[in-house]
């Protein structure tokens, strides 16, 4: 079971992968950190897990956490760790050897734990230590995710030798209404490139994202973190709480960000979790994916983060084909040939051109793309969409999971509202109920609104498509959709790829590669 990634990280040569695993079955339990290293992203070998339960501060798991790059030590893994009474803390663990660059052993040191939750605190929601940072005042600061009643909250801690934490007066960030805040990033962000964890105190828009535990999905908010005050501030421009921004609108969470220093560019991890039911895990003796891996980057009007996947994946690229200035009209689609659909990838570049017969936007949706996209799905005739792709297609779309663009006039703005979804809904003939009536296979619609002005009347797509998961990216990653899905017809040779239009505003397909994709390497 590989679920939350755990302490990414580059050093000597090698990319590091840590995360969340059991070994002994598909069902959460018996969690330890799995590791896997690669060359270049792709390509990955699998190494024995890096810690497991074997203290009395761990004992009782050895959860989630971050790697940082400590000056004289090499690197430092902070991790939660359960006692025997569940309650949660925090410890650190140092490789044996710091000149393996594999990072094969890892040694848990006796003056574990560093940080225990005080009496003011919930011992029982207090977890997922960050990556920490080097501050001018000669400290190290990191922060924990907690909660108290409905309050999310991310607590500060300093040290000097990092190994001595102290809380801070107050934390760093907090919300109302927001549950248990899991797996917190903070981290600086720029319009060009990754920048350090260390630039963290500088004038640069800040990036604080908190995974909900009520619902399983990320959000974050951009703002300032004041080095002085020890506390960070959103801009205000996108709300703080359960309508936020969010990295990834599908089943994505628990994620992790860390600077590629060979690069020099900020990469996403993110937890592709399943929608399938336990007792078909169980059969598949797996669970959980780690989604392609993704930078990060500042939008242009630096109101919300861009992501894309890594250039790396584009070496599985084989056979390919292109199309250009095919208009698509009102329920038409037309197969994309030539390449292994279930294996692909795929971008397309649609030019929509006016917006006179596009639907006015209804305000009262301002915060329910996803309702929107259940009423008005890839089959519901509009004005201007819904157009896009139909992924995982039987030909008589018996199975098919659609990834499409849908455009509205919003008249509070003159300008277009754009939704995008990925609709789960018809994506598998298999049964819903599993062996128990309470286990349903979870078939999602998942949507998103897209931020552009849909420049000369153009929007992007892309979809990485890999038998079990489609990732969509929007306007060049402005808006990113994955979807689990288990197509039981739709498989291998047997699936197919469309492009299709059901609104009544013809749409021309400008531009449209598309690639079969190999397999990585697996090493063991």
Known sequence: MSTDPNGPVYYEGFYHLFYQYNPKGATWGNIVWGHSVSKDLV????????????????????????????????????????????????????????????????????????????????????????????????????????????????????????????????????????????????????????????????????????????????????????????????????????????????????SKTFFDYKKNRRILWGWANESDTIFDDMLKGWAGLQAIPRTVLLDSSKKQLLFWPVEEIESLRSDSIGMNSLEVKTGQRFEVEGITPAQADVEVTFEIGSLEKAETFDPSFKFKPLELCMRKGSNVTGGVGPFGLITLATPDLEEYTPVFFRVFKDPSTRKPKILMCSDARASSLKQDEGPRREEKMYKPSFAGFVDTDLHKGRIALRSLIDHSVVESFGALGKTVITSRVYPVKAIKKNAHLYVFNNGTQTVTVESLNAWSMKSPLKMH
């Not at 890096?50 to 956490?65: E, L, N, Q, V, Y």
Request: glycine fraction near 8%; aromatic fraction near 14%.
């Open 43 to 254: 390509n990955w070998e699998v190494l024995e897990p890096a810690i497991h339960p074997s203290k009395w501060f761990d004992i009782k798991g050895t959860w989630s956490g971050s790697i940082t790059i400590v000056p004289g030590k090499g690197p430092v893994i902070l991790y939660t760790g359960l006692n025997h009474n569940g309650t949660q803390l925090q410890n650190y663990a140092l490789p044996r050897d710091s000149s393996d660059p594999y990072l094969r052993e890892w040694v848990k040191p006796d003056d574990n734990p560093i940080v225990i939750p005080d009496y003011t605190m919930n011992g029982s929601a207090f977890r997922d230590p960050t990556t920490a940072w080097f501050s001018k005042d000669g400290l190290w600061r990191m922060i924990v995710g907690s909660q108290r009643d409905d309050v999310g909250i991310a607590y500060l801690y300093r040290s000097r030798d990092f190994k001595k934490w102290v809380k801070g007066k107050h934390p760093i960030h907090s919300r109302v209404s927001t549950g248990m805040w899991e797996c917190p990033d903070l981290f600086p962000v720029s319009l060009t490139q990754g920048l350090e964890s260390d630039d963290i105190g500088s004038n640069n828009t800040h990036v604080l994202k908190v995974s909900l535990d009520l619902k399983r999905y990320d959000y974050y908010t951009l703002g300032t973190y004041d080095p002085k005050k020890e506390r960070y501030v959103p801009d205000g421009q996108s709300p703080d709480g359960w309508d936020g921004l969010r990295y990834d609108y599908g089943n994505f969470y628990a």
